[in-house]
């Protein structure tokens, strides 16, 4: 991760905290991700494409799913027109169809680019994209860490994270489930603030 005045501020924040001082010092710097250059609503469709799919098959559909439009990108009234034969020969499923049917439809409604959602708080993003089917809280946390560039997200319900936060808090978390496990790792990511999005990215790439 490249060096700026923010990052440095972040990891001189969170090595106040000895376990992430550690971890970190024990992991390569996270990965810069920069695939969709800010385009929310492309990253959105990427997004639904590789749910509960490998990384490499997910990379393969959504090629092939970019490749029917004649510029390579699923403008939002291209892909409404594509029938469902069209999209299933990219490998998409029924249910996935309804999903990237589900942006195309609310993006032309509802304006989903950096000038409309950079005012908007985290919390306020995150209700403002929910309603599309296909789209959930944790759906929308990884835009707002990988595309929107937000700095204190903390995805909870992201199961690596949940498990390296066990593995490296054990005193915290032992024994602990539900709630009270949530809880607790609420109260350990409380001293990551403002900076949760750079613990976790490095919650990520630790190797325990």
């Known amino acids: ?7 440095a501020a972040a990891l001189d924040h969170l090595a106040q ?11 390569p710097d996270p990965k810069v991700f920069n695939d969709y ?27 092939r799913f970019r490749l029917l439009f004649s510029d390579g990108y699923p403008h939002a009234r291209d892909l409404l027109l594509k029938t469902t034969e069209e999209l299933r020969s990219a490998g998409l499923s029924g249910q996935k169809i309804k999903y990237l049917q589900s942006v195309a439809e609310f993006s032309l409604v509802n304006p989903i ?12 993003i995150v209700q403002y994209l929910i309603p599309i089917k296909g ?6 946390e990884m835009l707002l860490m990988f595309v929107l560039d937000r700095p204190d997200v903390f995805p909870i319900d992201d199961l ?10 054990p005193e915290q978390t032992n ?3 539900g709630k009270t ?24 790439r630790w190797k325990p």
Not at 1 to 7: A, G, L, R, V
Request: proline content about 5%; charged content about 20%.
């Open 175 to 177: 024994g602990l489930t």
């Open 160 to 169: 690596v994270i949940r498990q390296r936060m066990i593995l490296a808090y």
């Open 37 to 63: 250059a800010d385009d929310v609503y492309l990253a959105l469709l990427e997004s639904i494409v590789s749910q509960q799919i490998s990384v490499k098959a997910a990379d393969a559909i959504f090629t």
């Open 17 to 27: 905290d000895p376990v992430i001082a550690r971890l970190m010092a024990e992991t």
């Open 181 to 204: 496990l949530y809880n607790a790792l609420h109260q350990i990511a409380d001293a990551w603030r403002p900076y949760r999005t750079t613990a976790c990215r490095y919650l990520w």
């Open 1 to 7: 991760m490249p060096i700026t005045p923010d990052s």
């Open 113 to 124: 680019d950096r000038a409309h959602l950079d005012p908007m708080t985290d919390e306020a």
């Open 135 to 140: 789209v959930g809280r944790w759906t929308v």
